[in-house]
């Protein structure tokens, strides 16, 4: 698809104390407008699409999706006409005051903004036939398989492989492509129960488990603990988070080295999915909120 950068295992700075290491594959270095997971999701699903023969892209997102604008750069970049079902009737006038959006929209993307009612129907897909249709989230068989190769041979030195879960694609296909010696975590952004299922559909492997506590009140919701720790860590180790996925996963495995979670002399590695074009999106929230802001 794209000329990619590699992406590299950096290591966090820990204290000698607390007895494990953590690196933090930065998948987010990747490309700079389709990095991290969103890549990894779309590259089958495109190659998909060429191949029937289809020249308009249909998916689904909330005003701030990072989906939404990796597939209006994808379908720009491969020639495609790209449709985007934003949930959310009220933002049709706002476009020009979200940055995410607005890149989409750069990037020619057409949308169709609906309710959140009218957002839940399936009609909405029945209504689109010439599309190739991406699921909200990029997550299908095809996302599974791209997510499958963020993990390479030298990465089997580590004893869990972390990620933050939003619709379940990355974590499936990092369970698939993990060894049985290793254990993979999942940090779900958002509440409740339903991912379980999701993702056994996609995998056979029992070598997983979902740590549900770093939700902070569940997707795209932050408060001022998490806003410093994320501003304090890209003080120290100088690596950009971002609020919604991979900034609660570090938080939550920063929490449970401290607990003691891991065994001493575990070797960590956790994935930077990306995300960061949602930061600006997020800055306009907590500027309402009169919360710091995400530097």
């Given amino acids: 698809m794209f000329q990619l950068h590699k992406s590299v295992n950096q290591k966090i700075n820990l204290p000698d ?45 909330g005003a701030y999706s990072n989906h939404i604008a ?26 020009g005051g979200n940055a995410t959006l607005s ?3 750069k990037h020619d993307m057409q949308f169709e903004f609906v309710t959140r009612e009218a957002y839940r129907t399936e009609k909405l897909i029945n209504d689109y036939q010439d599309y190739y249709i991406i699921p909200e989230g990029g997550t299908n068989a095809l996302a599974v398989k791209g997510c499958a190769e963020i993990l390479t041979e030298t990465d089997a030195e580590f004893n869990y492989i972390c990620t933050s879960v939003g619709t379940g694609g990355t974590v499936s296909g990092l369970i ?48 001022l603990e998490l806003i410093r720790f994320i501003n304090e860590f890209k003080g120290k180790q100088r690596i950009q988070l971002d609020p919604v996925y991979t900034g609660k996963m570090i938080f939550g495995i920063f929490d449970l080295i401290q607990k003691g979670y891991f065994p001493k002399g575990s070797k960590i590695l956790a994935i930077h999915t990306g995300g960061l074009q949602g930061i600006e999106g997020m800055n306009n929230v907590l500027k309402q909120k009169n919360l710091p802001l995400i530097e």
């Fill in 17 to 61: 104390e607390l007895g494990v290491e953590l690196f933090l594959k930065r998948e987010d270095d990747i490309h700079p407008f389709i990095s991290g997971n969103k890549y990894r999701k779309l590259k089958y699903n495109i190659e998909e699409a060429q191949k029937k023969g289809f020249k308009k892209l249909l998916t689904f997102g």
């Fill in 70 to 95: 990796a597939v209006a750069y994808a379908g720009h970049a491969f020639d495609f006409e790209t449709l985007g079902i934003i949930r959310g009737d009220e933002l049709r006038d706002k476009i």
């Fill in 103 to 105: 890149f989409a929209k």
């Fill in 176 to 223: 698939n492509c993990s060894q049985p010696s290793q254990q993979v975590l999942g940090f779900p952004a958002l509440k409740g129960s339903f991912l379980q299922e999701d993702i056994s559909k996609f995998v056979s492997k029992t070598n997983w488990k979902l740590i549900t506590d770093y939700h902070f009140g569940g997707y795209a919701k932050i408060n």
